[in-house]
C-alpha cells in the first residue's frame, strides 16, 4: 500500500470530525493534524524514566523517610542516573532511580529511550508491526467516535514506551511531516490513530525468529511466591527473570485475590505479536492496547506478557497474567513452542508439541 500527499485541509477537516460528537472529552482539543509538533520534548539522556502516577515524591536520598524535594507528575520524563538500593520501610521492593534532582522510588518509574526514527515513506506490503521507540506519543483518534473503554477514562490518549502496533496507512502531510495510521490486528475494538511515524520503529522479520529451535524439553517454570520465571532446556536452566503474577491462591479471598494465577501444568495455545487486553469489570477491570509478545498458556486468558504500566516485577501486580519486562517477554516468546510466523504474527496451537507453562506455589 502506497502513501499519498495530505493537504493541510484535509487533515484539518479530519481532526475537526474527530471533534464532532465526542467535543466534551479534553484529549480531543489537544491535537489536530498539521499543527501538532512532531514528537514531545523529552530530556536528552541515553536513558530515561517515564513516572507512572502523578503525585510522586522526589526524595533528597534514596530513602522514604528523607526529604521531599519535589513533586512529579504523571508522565513526566526524568533523566535515569543509576538504580540504587535504599530503605522503604514495609515494602517488599527497595529500589530507588537516581535522577539529576534526587531520588524516586524505582516501581514508579517506567524504565524508557528516546530514541525517534527516519519515518518510512510507504508501507511494505499490506502493513507492518512497529513498537513505540519514544516515552510516549500523542495520539488523534482517525476513526471517530471512540470504541475502546480505555478511551473512556484517559484525558490523553497515547502510546508508551515498547507498545507494539500494527500500522495499515501512511501519509504525508504538506510540511513534510509523515503520519502512521496505526492499530491492532488481534483484540481490537476497532479504533485506528494517526501519529508522527518518528515515535516508531518497524519490527524486523527476524525479530520473531525462534530461539533453540532445535531443543523440544523446554519448560518454564512460574514461582508465584518468589515472582520468578525460569526457562529449562532438560535440566539445565537458560534463562531467569523476575515476574509479576497474580496474588497466590492462599490469599483468593483477600482483596483482589480472585485474580491468582492459576497452578499446574499448561499447555501454550496461542502467541501474538500485540492484542488488546481486556478483562474485568467496571472498577475492577482492565482495558490495555498493544500489550507486546504474549504468550497465552491458560484456557482462562493467563499470558506471559510485556508491560509498560509498572515497574515492580517480583510483586504480584497483574490479573493473573505474568507481567514481564519488554525485553524478557519478548526472549520467551521466541523460545517457546510454537514459532511464531511474523506475518501473520499469530499463532494458534492444539495437540502436542506446544511448551508447557508449570505454575507452582512454594
Same mark, same amino acid.
Given at each position: 500500500? *502506497?502513501?499519498? #500527499?495530505?493537504?493541510?485541509?484535509?487533515?484539518?477537516?479530519?481532526?475537526?470530525?474527530?471533534?464532532?460528537?465526542?467535543?466534551?472529552?479534553?484529549? =480531543?482539543?489537544?491535537?489536530?493534524?498539521?499543527?501538532?509538533?512532531?514528537?514531545?520534548?523529552?530530556?536528552?539522556?541515553?536513558?530515561?524514566?517515564?513516572?507512572?502516577?502523578?503525585?510522586?515524591? $522526589?526524595?533528597?536520598?534514596?530513602? #522514604?523517610?528523607?526529604?521531599?524535594?519535589?513533586?512529579?507528575?504523571?508522565?513526566?520524563?526524568?533523566?535515569?542516573?543509576?538504580?540504587?538500593?535504599?530503605?522503604?520501610? $514495609?515494602?517488599?521492593? *527497595?529500589?530507588?532511580?537516581?535522577?539529576?534532582?534526587?531520588?524516586?522510588?524505582?516501581?514508579?518509574?517506567?524504565?524508557?529511550? %528516546?530514541?525517534?526514527?527516519?519515518?518510512?515513506?510507504?508501507?511494505?506490503?499490506?502493513?507492518?508491526?512497529?513498537?513505540?521507540?519514544?516515552?510516549?506519543?500523542?495520539?488523534?483518534?482517525?476513526?471517530?467516535?471512540?470504541?475502546?473503554?480505555?478511551?473512556?477514562?484517559? &484525558?490523553?490518549?497515547?502510546? =508508551?514506551?515498547? *507498545?507494539?502496533?500494527?500500522?495499515?496507512?501512511?501519509?504525508?502531510?504538506?510540511?513534510?511531516?509523515?503520519?502512521?495510521? @496505526?492499530? +491492532? !490486528?488481534?483484540? &481490537? =475494538?476497532?479504533? /485506528?490513530?494517526?501519529?508522527?511515524?518518528?515515535?516508531?520503529?518497524?519490527?524486523?522479520?527476524?525479530?520473531?525468529?525462534?530461539?533453540?529451535? +532445535?531443543?523440544?524439553?523446554?519448560?518454564?517454570?512460574?514461582?508465584?511466591?518468589? *515472582?520468578?520465571? @525460569?526457562?529449562?532446556?532438560?535440566? &539445565?536452566?537458560?534463562?531467569?527473570?523476575?515476574?509479576?503474577?497474580?496474588?497466590?491462591?492462599? #490469599? !483468593?479471598? !483477600?482483596?483482589?485475590?480472585?485474580?491468582?494465577?492459576?497452578?499446574?501444568?499448561?499447555?501454550?495455545?496461542?502467541?501474538?505479536?500485540?492484542?488488546?487486553?481486556?478483562?474485568?469489570?467496571?472498577?475492577?477491570?482492565?482495558?490495555?492496547?498493544?500489550?507486546?509478545?504474549?504468550?497465552?498458556?491458560?484456557?482462562?486468558?493467563?499470558?506471559?506478557?510485556?508491560? /509498560?504500566?509498572?515497574?515492580?516485577?517480583?510483586?504480584?501486580?497483574?490479573?493473573?497474567?505474568? %507481567?514481564?519486562?519488554?525485553? #524478557?517477554?519478548?526472549?520467551?516468546?521466541?523460545?517457546?513452542?510454537?514459532?511464531?510466523?511474523?506475518?501473520?504474527?499469530?499463532?494458534?496451537? &492444539?495437540?502436542?508439541?506446544?511448551?508447557?507453562?508449570?505454575?507452582?506455589?512454594?
Amino acid at each position: 500500500m *502506497q502513501h499519498r #500527499d495530505f493537504t493541510r485541509r484535509e487533515f484539518l477537516k479530519l481532526a475537526a470530525l474527530s471533534l464532532g460528537g465526542l467535543a466534551l472529552r479534553p484529549w =480531543y482539543r489537544r491535537l489536530a493534524f498539521g499543527t501538532a509538533s512532531a514528537l514531545p520534548d523529552f530530556p536528552q539522556a541515553e536513558r530515561l524514566g517515564r513516572v507512572l502516577s502523578g503525585g510522586i515524591d $522526589l526524595k533528597a536520598r534514596p530513602d #522514604d523517610e528523607s526529604p521531599t524535594v519535589g513533586t512529579l507528575s504523571e508522565d513526566q520524563v526524568v533523566v535515569w542516573q543509576r538504580e540504587v538500593v535504599g530503605s522503604r520501610p $514495609l515494602w517488599y521492593d *527497595q529500589r530507588f532511580v537516581e535522577t539529576p534532582d534526587g531520588f524516586i522510588y524505582a516501581p514508579n518509574v517506567q524504565k524508557v529511550r %528516546n530514541l525517534p526514527n527516519q519515518p518510512l515513506q510507504s508501507l511494505p506490503g499490506e502493513g507492518m508491526w512497529v513498537e513505540v521507540t519514544v516515552p510516549y506519543i500523542d495520539l488523534v483518534l482517525a476513526n471517530p467516535p471512540a470504541r475502546s473503554p480505555w478511551l473512556d477514562y484517559t &484525558s490523553t490518549p497515547r502510546l =508508551y514506551y515498547s *507498545q507494539i502496533m500494527w500500522v495499515d496507512q501512511i501519509k504525508t502531510d504538506e510540511q513534510g511531516q509523515v503520519w502512521y495510521r @496505526a492499530g +491492532e !490486528k488481534y483484540g &481490537s =475494538y476497532g479504533d /485506528f490513530f494517526w501519529a508522527p511515524g518518528e515515535a516508531f520503529r518497524p519490527l524486523a522479520a527476524e525479530e520473531t525468529d525462534p530461539i533453540s529451535p +532445535e531443543a523440544s524439553d523446554k519448560l518454564v517454570v512460574v514461582n508465584v511466591t518468589y *515472582q520468578t520465571l @525460569a526457562c529449562f532446556e532438560g535440566q &539445565s536452566e537458560v534463562y531467569f527473570c523476575r515476574v509479576s503474577t497474580g496474588p497466590k491462591l492462599a #490469599d !483468593k479471598d !483477600k482483596p483482589g485475590g480472585k485474580w491468582a494465577t492459576p497452578l499446574g501444568k499448561h499447555s501454550i495455545w496461542r502467541k501474538m505479536v500485540s492484542v488488546h487486553m481486556t478483562g474485568g469489570t467496571t472498577g475492577g477491570g482492565y482495558d490495555l492496547p498493544g500489550i507486546g509478545w504474549t504468550t497465552l498458556f491458560s484456557g482462562q486468558g493467563m499470558a506471559i506478557h510485556s508491560t /509498560f504500566w509498572h515497574n515492580n516485577y517480583g510483586v504480584p501486580r497483574s490479573h493473573g497474567c505474568v %507481567n514481564a519486562e519488554p525485553d #524478557d517477554a519478548k526472549w520467551i516468546f521466541r523460545w517457546t513452542l510454537p514459532s511464531v510466523p511474523f506475518d501473520p504474527g499469530d499463532i494458534q496451537f &492444539s495437540g502436542q508439541g506446544s511448551t508447557k507453562v508449570l505454575v507452582v506455589e512454594d
